[in-house]
């Protein structure tokens, strides 16, 4: 088959996915799956193979992170519920002090962003978040985006929310490794994004309703700080000490007992126990053991579905040799191979307005083309999760969220969410090219 026809056909399943979702409101997971039914069709794959094929690519795809998803999303609820995140927020303000709230409020944020949806975030904080602008005088501008911002760049880039997640898999990273490297990208990201925000000057109140609702809540009883943050550090640092223990002590009996508590899907389990410390004698009730976790269930439910999809778009893309013919015409053109996904990400976070969307999909794409690229897994993970950050704007549920819950216009929107999105962005994918032109990844 003629290499520009299957070019062709694979860049046109690339563009009617996008159409499908943005331009005709079709969810992600359906989007995907016509898309790739189309492209099986016209590279020429028998129609009695099509079928098998996406299951195929789905099963081998999502075996490895499914439950990891889904109990990433039980241990949001618990933070959401509990208002462990008011607690975790409420202690870094008073450690970064009166004067550098904003990054109190970003970094807050960004440890939350790691279990908790980015959107979820906003709601949950904007009450405290709109009181501590009036209290510094500080415009809602600069606050509500470093609220989002946080959340933001650790959901695209650091496991176990579920873009980081389903990226890691399709690529083959340990999830350890995408945890450790996500963070170390991350924290340039946000540093820049703050700086950012700071420099903006445009006045906007908080919305008088949070400022009432914070009011009320201010009797509300809130768990310690260390007790909120229990849950989001332990599966961390027993997926670390798992890597640790079978780097260096490979075989061993400590290796060996790490390999089950230090295994992702351990961890987290570990981790939803630990949070049961956040609820109290409540935690034996039925909305606690059978309501929070249907509700985390149908969280769940929706990026498991398209990450699977991804890796059936995936196993097509490999069938065909599409991947070895897109970096054959990249090598011609002598652009780094480094940039194929950070611009691919990007496009994709642009057109459909979800980060989420772009690092699972550009991850699914690039994978059949890593060594023809000639970048690793870790890089190509990066590289996805820093594009998948820039320009969100307002084809964004996040960004709607954001802006109406500050206050901001959508012109006030788009100078902030537009701009420390682009700014975090390009700062953590130009952090990406340099690690991987230095050769650590």
């Known amino acids: 088959m ?4 299957i070019l062709t056909a694979f860049a046109a399943s690339i563009v009617l996915m996008i159409v499908l979702i943005s331009k005709f409101k ?11 039914i189309i492209l099986g069709i016209v590279i020429g794959t028998p129609l009695e193979e099509i079928a098998g094929t996406i299951n195929k690519g789905f099963a081998n795809t999502i075996e490895s992170i499914a439950i990891i998803i889904f109990l990433g999303c039980i241990l949001g609820k618990v933070l959401e519920q509990t208002n462990a995140a008011v607690s ?15 990054w109190a409020i970003a970094v807050s944020s960004a440890i939350l962003g790691i279990p908790v949806f980015a959107d979820s975030v906003v709601i ?14 500080k415009s809602m501008i600069s606050y509500g985006g470093a609220l989002y911002l946080g959340a933001l760049v650790t959901h695209s880039l650091v496991p176990p929310t579920p873009g980081p997640v389903a990226a890691a898999a399709l690529l083959g990273l340990p999830i350890s490794d995408a945890i450790i490297w996500g963070i170390i990208v991350s924290v340039p990201s946000i540093i820049a994004g703050v700086l950012y925000l700071e420099r903006l000057k445009i006045p ?13 809540a201010d009797n509300a009883v809130l768990p310690s700080t260390t007790k909120s943050l229990i849950p989001i550090i332990v599966p961390i640092v027993l997926i670390m000490l798992n890597t640790f223990f079978n780097t260096y002590f490979e075989k061993s009996i400590v290796a060996n007992i790490f390999s089950f508590i230090g295994d992702p899907l351990t961890a987290l389990l570990i981790a939803c126990f630990t949070s049961t410390i956040l609820i109290g004698p409540e935690w ?8 929070w976790v249907e509700e985390s269930i149908r969280t769940a439910a929706m990026p498991i579905i398209v990450t699977g999809l991804g890796g059936s778009l995936a196993i097509f893309i490999k069938n065909a040799k599409v991947a070895e013919q897109i970096a054959e015409a990249i090598a011609n053109t002598a652009i780094p191979g480094i940039l194929i996904p950070i611009l691919m990400a990007a496009i994709i976070h642009v057109i459909t307005g979800s980060n989420t969307l772009g690092v699972m999909t550009t991850a699914a794409l690039v994978q059949p083309m890593l060594e023809i690229l000639d970048i690793s897994p870790l890089a190509a993970f990066l590289a996805s999760g820093t594009g998948a950050l820039m320009f969100k704007h307002s084809n964004s549920s996040g960004f709607w969220v954001t802006t109406s819950m500050s206050n901001m216009t959508l012109t006030q929107g788009i100078i902030s969410i537009g701009g420390f999105s682009t ?15 230095i050769g650590l990844i």
């Open 423 to 437: 700014v975090a962005g390009f700062v953590g994918a130009l952090v990406t090219i340099i690690l991987q032109l």
């Open 26 to 36: 079709v969810h992600p997971a359906m989007g995907i799956l016509l898309s790739v």
């Open 2 to 5: 003629y290499t520009a026809y």
């Open 88 to 102: 975790i927020t409420k202690s870094t303000v008073r450690m970064f002090g009166t004067k550098n709230v904003i």
């Open 204 to 216: 906007v109140q908080p919305k008088e309703e949070y400022l009432i609702a914070a009011k009320n």
């Open 124 to 137: 949950l904080l904007i009450p405290i978040v709109s009181v501590l602008a009036v209290e510094t005088g």
């Open 284 to 291: 034996k009730t039925k909305k606690v053991l059978n309501d």
